[in-house]
């Protein structure tokens, strides 16, 4: 079974930074894709990135381009999400999750019910 795991939730003012991570392990094929979604008290869980570990393939949510950034270490089996630029509205639960996909896949959306695997969430609070 595959498990993804998150960390490196946290407080921070707005303006600031923080980087999560997600730790992937137990897949069974080369090619799958990491998404970070977030769920906002009250609001439905949005997809916020995504990539691809065989080719770096990604894909942002408007909100978030050009302030986030997806990367992969495949060495390590570990995706991050830097975030920059935080704002009060980024303040959610960030869930990581995982799914299969095919080699020459690539992500055109960021849906809850594409993904298989999710870890149980780190909090992010953005907030003087």
């Known amino acids: 079974q595959v498990q993804v795991v998150e960390s490196g939730g946290g407080l921070v003012q707005p303006g600031g930074s923080l980087r999560l991570s997600c730790a992937a392990s137990r897949f069974t094929s080369n090619f799958y894709a990491i998404a970070w979604f977030r769920q906002a008290p009250g609001k439905e869980r949005e997809g916020v990135s995504c990539?691809?570990?065989?080719?770096?393939?990604?894909k942002y949510a408007d909100s978030v381009k050009g302030r986030f950034t997806i990367s992969r270490d495949n060495a390590k089996n570990t995706v991050y999400l830097q975030m920059n630029s935080l704002k009060a509205e980024d303040t959610a639960v960030y869930y990581c999750a995982a799914r299969y996909v095919s080699r020459l896949w690539v992500p055109r959306s960021i849906e809850v019910n594409d993904y298989n695997y999710w870890g149980q969430g780190t909090q992010v609070t953005v907030s003087s």
């Open positions: 990539i691809t570990t065989s080719d770096g393939s990604t």
